[in-house]
């Protein structure tokens, strides 16, 4: 009798699971499918197909994939590569607290192409991948200008803290601060436009407003002294970048695929302005899918850099860690990311580290989140081609996640041990 048994079927989004289909006939060739849909219904699909062994089982951690959405030993292939049905949806799961996402597992007996399927499957299982551990508690934050999420995990604390901030699109994302506060940290989900009343549209980077922030997660009595961590990726990471530069209160800074310059709006703090440069949206390149590839007029700014558009990395009284796709096609993160170490070793400073990804594009997020090689811009009002291959990529976020844990612990704890 076929049998399809994924384990953990409960779990953390972060964490890997088993799979294995077995009561097959020996050498049967099947394909195991997986969808999902998102909180708007969007359909995502992923499938590989597997020839079972003499014993009539397929376990694919062991199991090469003969083909589908990839091909060879992938044990977590059906999640990475789950693609959206309509073009460029991207799977951002958005209530982090309430539901999981329910990934639904199906056995076929033999090679089934997803849009022709007419038959029923032979076994299945449903997966459900939470965003929020055990006993985890999120406090929506209105204190003062500052709009967010915060994530607190189980117990008395203190515990160190971290913001987290992400790009362009604006709102609120709070799914990898609510998986980061399940591994211990507590994390403040920042918004910083286009939510509540914040404003419709960032015109200026206006880092007093991620000042008040850092001030108001260190008053919080869970939240560990003396400094905290930030989290931030794209146009987040730029401001990650001017955190550390400007804000004593940053310990320890995680940049993820973000540049090392002021683009396309002035930051501000205090009485301070720096300059942005523009970007050159005529040289933008158009891929065939029909997706916008921002890297080229991104890269083509780096001749005509000034000494004010580039943030002070020497400043920096905390850590950095770089994190770059080198398939980014948004942008050159791994040359940002030198010159700022550059800068940095010039003044003798070695408080930067990269860690630089081939075949990575830009979203680098937690691992096993579907790859995503385009998806819908709003600002732009199109979509954009964020590069990467799926196998590489799907390596890189399981890497640096575990990095990434590992540089908080290391840099927080010993902020807090420093300052004793």
């Known amino acids: 009798m076929f049998q399809l048994i994924a384990t953990p079927s409960n779990a953390l989004a972060d964490e890997p699971v088993s799979i294995r289909a077995i009561g097959l006939p020996p050498s049967q060739i099947v394909t195991i499918k997986a969808t999902v849909k998102d909180e708007k219904d969007n359909l995502f699909q992923s499938q590989a197909f597997y020839k079972a062994n003499e014993a009539g089982e397929v376990d694919v951690e062991q199991a090469s994939a003969l083909g589908g959405d990839y091909v060879g030993v992938h044990p977590m292939g059906l999640f990475w590569s789950l693609k959206p049905k309509k073009a460029f949806h991207r799977l951002v799961k958005k209530d982090v607290m309430n539901t999981p996402l329910r990934i639904c597992l199906e056995l076929y007996d033999s090679i089934c192409l997803q849009d022709t399927v007419r038959i029923p499957p032979k076994a299945s299982q449903t997966v459900q991948r939470w965003f929020v551990g055990p006993g985890v508690k999120r406090e929506q934050i ?39 506060a399940s591994h211990g940290f507590a994390v403040l989900a920042l918004a910083y436009f286009a939510y509540e009343d914040l404003p419709e549209e960032l015109l200026e ?30 146009k987040g990471a730029e401001i990650g970048l001017a955190m550390a530069c400007y804000l004593k209160q940053v310990a320890a800074t995680v940049c993820i695929n973000g540049p090392s310059t002021i683009l396309d709006f002035p930051l501000r703090y205090r009485d301070l302005v720096v300059t942005p440069i523009r970007l050159a949206l005529e040289k933008t ?55 700022a170490m550059d800068q940095l070793r010039s003044h003798g400073r070695s408080s930067a580290r990269m860690l630089a990804y081939p075949g990575a594009g830009h979203f680098i997020d937690p691992p096993y989140s579907p790859f995503c090689i385009a998806s819908w811009h709003p600002f732009f009002g199109r979509p954009m081609l964020w590069g990467g291959d799926p196998v590489a990529h799907a390596a890189a976020q399981e890497h640096s ?10 840099h927080l704890l010993q902020s807090r041990s420093n300052s004793k």
């Open 401 to 410: 996640w575990r990095e990434i844990q590992k540089f908080f612990r290391q």
């Open 205 to 234: 980077e206006d880092l007093d407003y991620f000042e008040e922030a850092a001030n108001f997660l260190l008053a919080h009595p869970k939240i560990q002294q003396p400094g905290i961590g930030v989290i931030s990726i794209s």
């Open 285 to 339: 390149q158009v891929h065939v899918s029909g997706a916008l590839c921002l890297r080229h007029c991104i890269d083509d700014l780096q001749n005509k850099l000034k000494p004010q558009n580039i943030l002070p990395v020497e400043k920096a009284q905390g850590k950095i860690l770089f994190i770059v796709g080198e398939n980014d096609e948004c942008l050159d993160g791994k040359s940002h990311a030198q010159r």
């Open 142 to 180: 209105r204190e003062g200008r500052v709009r967010g999420a915060l994530f607190l995990p189980p117990g008395e604390g203190p515990f160190p803290g971290i913001i987290d901030l992400f790009g362009f699109t604006g709102g609120l994302v709070e799914f990898r601060a609510s998986l980061l």
